[in-house]
Every structure is written in C-alpha cells, then in structure tokens.
C-alpha cells in the first residue's frame, strides 16, 4: 500500500495488521479524498479506528496540521506507529490506543477538535457509527465546518446521523461511503 497524494506520495506503508482488520485499498482512499477535493489548511482529522493509519498518512500528506489515529489492536498501533516513523510524520501525529470511547473522552480532555473525521469500525459493529458520532457531537470534538466520512459494507439507517447532514454517497463495489457535513444551529 501506497500514499497517494501530497507531500510524501509513492511511500510504502505497511499493513501487518491483526487478522480482524482490512487495510483500506488505494483506489478507496483516491475516492475518499476526491469527495473532500481538497484539505483546508490548519486543519485536525480523525481516523477513528485507525487500522494501519493509512488515512490519517494520507490527510497528513494532503496538508492536515495534526491528525489523530484511534485503534484498539495493540498489532495495529505497532503498524500505525512504523508508519508514522517511516513517513517522518510524528510531529503531526498523535496516537490513542484503546477503545474508542475511552478515547474520545481523552481527546475532549485534551481539547481536539476536528474538522475531518473518518470513521470505519469493523464492519459488523453497525452500533459503533452511531455511538461513535453521538459520542464525537456530545464531546464537542467537530469544528462547526466538520466533514465526516464513513465506511460501510451496507447501507447505514438515517437515525444514525441526525446530527449531520448527508453531502454525498457513493458505492465501490460492495464498500459504501457517506460524507455528511456536521449540523449547525442556525
């Protein structure tokens, strides 16, 4: 696997992963980002259940300031930290390990705020998506222009995200990705 785009485009990364987590393929991060068109400058993302960080590299290289990486799996953190040292990016890193809710309390403690999040838990945890966006509203951890993308391997009821407002939708396949802005009181 490869970055894509930016200012470290053509690095290998690698994904040695634990044996529940699938790497996300080139061509899906080339259609994550093409929804986003490009990254605003000072900006913080989230890759929520992080995998091999892959897309937080990818937001990195694209020009995000700071993007935090959440992950369970110890095998995944040691693969998302050999990442970020291969592509010399710790300045702009910062890694929580363990469950995402006990992180997202961490980052609210830490004061982050975010104004790109992706979201892609083990596809059959559907609860997660809405527990996770819930948590990330409730924590005031969106900045007010946030943009946050999911993957899915289905389609994801609307009750989930009552908070945001539905942007795009596309299919890859059997993948799914939503790209909702977050809701503003007006």
């Known amino acids: 696997m490869k970055v894509i785009s930016g200012k470290m485009r053509g690095m ?12 996300t393929e080139g061509k899906i991060k080339e259609a994550i980002f093409s929804m ?6 000072n900006s913080k993302a989230l890759d929520l259940f992080a995998g091999s960080g892959a897309v937080g590299i990818e937001f990195i290289s694209r020009g995000c300031d ?20 291969h592509t010399k990016c710790e300045d702009e890193s910062l890694v929580f390990k363990g469950d995402f809710k006990k992180n997202i309390l961490n980052m609210r403690r830490q004061g982050l705020k975010f104004d790109y999040v992706f979201i892609d838990p083990p596809y059959e945890r559907v609860n997660y998506y809405k527990e996770s966006i819930n948590m990330l509203i409730e924590n005031e951890l969106l900045n007010e222009d946030a943009i946050v993308i999911l993957e899915a391997d289905r389609e994801l009821d609307e009750e989930f995200f009552l908070n945001l407002k539905l942007e795009k939708q596309k299919s890859y396949g059997k993948k799914k990705f939503v790209y909702f802005l977050r809701k503003c009181d007006e």
Do not use: H, W
């Open 12 to 23: 290998n990364l690698n994904t040695d992963l634990d044996k529940y987590t699938r790497p």
């Open 36 to 41: 986003i068109f490009q990254v605003k400058p």
């Open 66 to 85: 700071l993007v935090v990486f959440s992950e369970a799996s110890s095998e995944n953190i040691k693969c998302i930290n050999e990442n970020i040292a």
